[in-house]
């Protein structure tokens, strides 16, 4: 499953979300990234990896996004296991994507 | 409330929890962002060296970088209390901008004068843009200051302004050496008639006091066809090194006699031994010249002359503003007065032959257009500076050739007109020359035949070339010049005397080396050219002496 927009690119495959680019698009233009993670929620994967360690940049609408259409769906499906694989290079990622972890418990961070 | 109920009211508190915790973490990033952003702007205005200013619709200010502080030259807290139509020249441009960006969403290249703090303008481009800035639709407005960019605009047009003046002035030095050499023949008849009629008539005759005159007034036409040939550089100069300090001393001490008692002078020399190549009379009539116009603008009034005479000298890597003038050690003649200045009309004109602002009969207009004819023609350049009510300073530039401790001064040669009784060919293709050239000659006792050109001369010669003692020649005549007949009679009778007679400039061509002995420019006297005859025998004289 593949998404690609004005300089970006999302992938999923074997329960790996790729995104690769920056993003920031209107809040109203993220419907269709909704619905991509929409459908990635919908076969209820047991374990759920966002590598965003080549995503230069997401802007507020994304992150809501993100923690909105990914994270708190995948929170409502029992015993899934969530990683986020990211980079030490991009600073709004390390100030950022540490708060994730409020959102679900047992939620994996990596940073390299 | 059964199970499933509870199980979905758990559901929605913790998706409610949730999005509490997506809230405070999107405020979060949002407001990092933000203070980044504005530190981001806040170091691209306040780093960029060109002005910024970001106003309301209504044209208020609400943000000024510190270049448009400095530029305007106002604090950041007054510029801002500053009423935005109090910082155009025209405050009706305030209103013009506006609209303008109303109208067209953006302006780029708005020509304006903008005014700074202490009441001084300054040109200024404005582009500008909408912004969102503070929550507030804005302007945000770049100002380019055109102020360096005029001056050397400025610049630019006054270099091409002399540039062109130097063009038009060369094109009429060479419309002037024409008519000139055209002139000395009509001249030369002139003299030679007038002069072959005196000596017709007795001591007693009515007619000779009106030949007198004649023979003064056709004086006075030479005198101008020499200005107009020293303006478009084609007389013949004396090109020998002199120090240009003695000269300008003995053209001051003449000044300063010539004076009216109103006028104070006054001479600085600071450049006593500087050698300079040229015609040290040439240089005189320069300083006669510029020092006249002094004398004519100080009229009814006191004023000060000054010359002043110094080196100066431009580096290689210098930018010369003073057309014509190269890298080198120049002296700086510079003579000032405290007259009614020039205006920048004037000044345009100044150099322009016939060019007076005298009243008619009072000057020809020729002074400067000489002054800038020698000058130019010693391989320098005039400039001038001048403004109404402000003194007035003409600067020539001759460049110093070498420097030294003292100079001989030149001999004067004492000229004596012998007769005589020698065999002359003469050769011009004027036939009015020709004529009266061989009444003056015979007048002098010589036995004289003529030719009227090149081929026919040479031709005569070749039969006999014992015949003649002396050849004078035109220079410039159709079929075969004067200098190229010369040539081939040369090389028949090596010591045969050839005196070349021209209405214009003679070329730097090694004369002597081709066997010529001697050049007279029209219009000459009997005088001049029996001396002329008589210096050319007397060396042919020498040379058989030191043969024998």
Not at chain 1, 87 to 96: D, G, L, P, R
Not at chain 2, 71 to 91: C, R
Not at chain 2, 368 to 396: D, M, N, R, W
Request: some cysteine; aromatic content about 6%; proline content about 4%.
């Amino acid at each position: 499953m593949n998404l690609e927009g004005d300089g970006y690119t999302i992938t999923y495959k074997d329960n790996i979300i790729t995104i690769f680019g920056k993003l920031s698009l209107m809040l109203e233009d993220y419907e269709e990234l909704e619905d991509f993670f929409e459908e990635v929620i919908r076969t209820e994967p047991s374990e759920i990896t966002l590598d965003i360690r080549n995503l230069e940049y997401l802007n507020s609408s994304g992150i809501k996004t993100i923690c909105v259409s990914l994270i708190l769906e995948a929170d409502d499906i029992e015993d899934i296991q969530m990683k986020i694989l990211c980079s030490n290079q991009y600073t709004w990622q390390k100030e950022t994507i540490p708060t994730f972890e409020d959102l679900m418990d047992d939620m994996e961070i990596v940073f390299e | 409330m059964d199970d499933k109920e509870k199980e979905i009211i758990n559901k929605l508190k913790r998706r409610i929890s949730g999005l509490e915790k997506t809230l405070q973490i999107v405020t979060g990033y949002s407001g990092r962002t933000e203070k980044n952003l504005r530190q981001l702007f806040e170091v691209i205005s306040g780093t960029m060296p060109v002005p910024m200013v970001i106003t309301s619709k209504t044209g208020g200010l609400i943000f000024s970088n510190e270049k448009a502080q400095e530029i305007f030259g106002f604090s950041e807290k007054n510029f801002h209390k500053t009423d935005p139509s109090d910082l155009y020249e025209d405050s009706r441009d305030c209103d013009r901008f506006l609209k303008m960006n109303e109208a067209q969403g953006e302006v780029k290249g708005f020509a304006v004068t903008l005014k700074k703090a202490d009441g001084s303008s300054f040109p200024a481009s404005l582009f500008s843009r909408h912004i969102l800035f503070e929550g507030q639709n804005c302007l945000l407005t770049v100002i380019y200051d055109l102020s360096e960019f005029r001056k050397e605009e400025e610049k630019r047009l006054a270099l091409e302004r002399q540039l062109r003046q130097t063009h038009k002035m060369e094109a009429l030095g060479t419309m002037a050496g024409g008519i000139a050499h055209d002139f000395n023949n009509v001249l030369t008849v002139i003299f030679g008639r007038l002069e072959l009629a005196m000596m017709m008539l007795s001591e007693e005759s009515k007619a000779k006091h009106h030949i007198n005159d004649a023979l003064t007034a056709a004086e006075r036409a030479r005198a101008m066809i020499m200005q107009i040939l020293a303006f478009c550089r084609k007389n013949e100069e004396e090109n020998s090194p002199f120090p240009i300090s003695t000269i300008i001393a003995e053209a001051a001490k003449m000044i300063r006699s010539l004076a009216p008692s109103n006028i104070e002078t006054s001479l600085r020399i600071n450049s006593k031994s500087s050698i300079v190549l040229g015609d040290p009379t040439q240089i005189h009539q320069v300083l006669m010249n510029l020092c006249s116009n002094s004398i004519y603008a100080l009229q009814n009034r006191e004023g000060l002359i000054e010359i002043i005479l110094e080196q100066v000298s431009f580096g290689p890597r210098e930018k010369i503003t003073i057309p014509g003038l190269s890298p080198g050690t120049y002296v700086r003649l510079t003579v000032s007065d405290n007259g009614p200045g020039m205006d920048k009309g004037i000044i345009e004109r100044a150099f322009d032959p016939f060019f007076t602002t005298k009243p008619a009969g009072e000057g020809t207009g020729m002074g400067l257009s000489v002054v800038h004819g020698i000058i130019q023609s010693h391989g320098g350049a005039v400039s001038v500076e001048s403004q109404p009510g402000k003194k007035t300073a003409f600067h020539c530039y001759i460049p110093v050739i070498a420097e030294t401790e003292g100079m001989t001064e030149p001999a004067i040669v004492q000229k004596t007109i012998q007769r005589g009784s020698e065999t002359i060919l003469f050769v011009d293709d004027e036939s009015d020359i020709v004529d009266i050239c061989s009444q003056m000659l015979e007048s002098l006792g010589y036995h004289v035949i003529t030719r009227n050109n090149g081929p026919d001369a040479l031709s005569l010669f070749k039969e006999n070339p014992n015949l003649f003692d002396l050849v004078i020649t035109d220079k410039s005549m159709p079929v075969m010049s004067g200098i190229t007949m010369a040539s081939e009679m040369l090389k028949i009778r090596l010591d045969i005397p050839v005196i070349l007679i021209t209405g214009d400039r003679m070329e730097d061509n090694p004369l002597s080396e081709i066997g010529i002995r001697d050049m007279l420019r029209k219009p000459f006297s009997r005088n001049d050219i029996g001396a002329a005859i008589q210096k050319a025998l007397h060396k042919k004289q020498e040379k058989e002496y030191d043969k024998s």
